[in-house]
């Protein structure tokens, strides 16, 4: 059975950090790229950043210089760390594995989010 649990979500002031923490069961986790979502209210989830199972990674705009994504293999587990938060980083993060099967299928599986909130 394959888990993704999210940890770390709550109520910032703008300008603060915070850390997400995602860890993964069920999973041969060293072979998946590892993604974090966001989706505020209102609106359609959208990719926040991206780590590959050889580290490379992909940020969004919105949040590069702000936001770093990052991995540990041994303790299945993806991080997203969060600086200089702002109110439109407000939403439902969610934690995402994908891996693409020689076969050409994919296996996609979701956490169950956790909530950011910037306010002052």
């Known amino acids: 059975q394959v888990q993704l649990v999210e940890s770390g979500g709550g109520l910032v002031q703008p300008g603060g950090s915070l850390r997400l923490s995602c860890a993964a069961s069920?999973?041969?986790?060293?072979?998946?790229?590892m993604g974090w979502y966001r989706q505020a209210p209102g609106k359609q989830r959208e990719l926040v950043a991206s780590?590959?199972?050889?580290?490379?990674?992909n940020i969004a705009d919105s949040v590069k210089g702000r936001f770093t994504i990052s991995r540990d293999n041994g303790k299945n587990t993806v991080y997203l760390q969060m600086n200089s938060l702002k109110s439109e980083d407000t939403g439902v993060y969610y934690c995402n594995a994908r891996r693409r099967r020689v076969d050409g299928r994919t296996d996609d599986y979701w956490g169950q989010g956790t909530q950011v909130t910037v306010s002052s």
């Open positions: 069920g999973i041969n986790f060293g072979f998946y790229v």
């Open positions: 780590i590959s199972s050889g580290s490379s990674t």
